[in-house]
């Protein structure tokens, strides 16, 4: 695996694993109101940043979608 995938992986692991635990909260929510905001919550989540920092120093942001795409730089 090379050094790229391993930083982009790294980086998407620690945000998928909050996107499951959010998910499972909606799933199990019983309050269709709080449902309907944790909702907004993990769509606003998904389209935020995160910087990931390359083994060469090269920085580059990416927001959860395009996480879960293979890196081609």
Known sequence: ??????????????????????TYSI???????S??????????YKKETTTVEYPDGKKQDYDYEHLEEPTTN
């Open 27 to 33: 799933e199990t929510e019983t309050s269709a109101s």
């Open 35 to 44: 449902k309907q905001s944790k909702q907004k919550d993990l769509a606003s």
């Open 1 to 22: 695996m090379s050094a790229k995938i391993l930083a982009v992986q790294n980086t998407f692991t620690d945000r998928r694993a909050y996107v499951n635990a959010l």
